[in-house]
């Protein structure tokens, strides 16, 4: 259950952009974590067509990132942008909000591993300004 609400909860944040745009979220795996009483681990994969991008979000949620394929770029509030290609990884804290996730290519795809650390039951993603 809690793996479709997560897909569902990413299609939602793409309110006004086009259907070819959207990422693919896939949710690979879930599971709680009992060394941790009250939280869980969510597991997904993101593709972003070319010239693909996400909205501005936040995951309330250790987030740990691994690129898989393609380059993304990828930027928190009040940070730098950097451009992630395969093998690299970015890191965001649960205060953290994401202003820019996108594929950095108009021409490839984009695909990388999302490993969420968050209260169980929680939403995996929430929009944020």
Do not use: C, W
């Not at 987030?63 to 965001?92: I, N, R």
């Not at 108009?106 to 695909?111: G, L, N, Q, V």
Request: charged share 15%; proline share 9%.
């Amino acid at each position: 259950m809690t793996i479709k609400l997560v897909a569902l909860a990413f299609l939602g944040l793409m309110t006004g952009t086009a259907v070819a745009q959207q990422p693919k979220v896939t949710p690979l795996m879930s599971k709680d974590l009992p060394v941790s009483p009250g939280k869980e681990a969510l597991m997904i994969t993101v593709e972003h067509a070319p010239g693909g991008s996400n909205a501005i979000h936040r995951h309330n949620a250790q987030a740990f990132v691994y690129v898989l394929e393609g380059s993304v770029v990828m930027q928190l509030k009040d940070g730098q942008p950097v451009t992630l290609t395969p093998g690299q990884t970015f890191y965001e804290g649960p205060d953290d909000v994401h202003v820019v996730d996108r594929n950095a290519s108009d021409t490839r795809p984009a695909k990388f591993l999302v490993l969420l650390i968050k209260d169980k039951g929680a939403p995996a993603l929430m929009p944020a300004q």
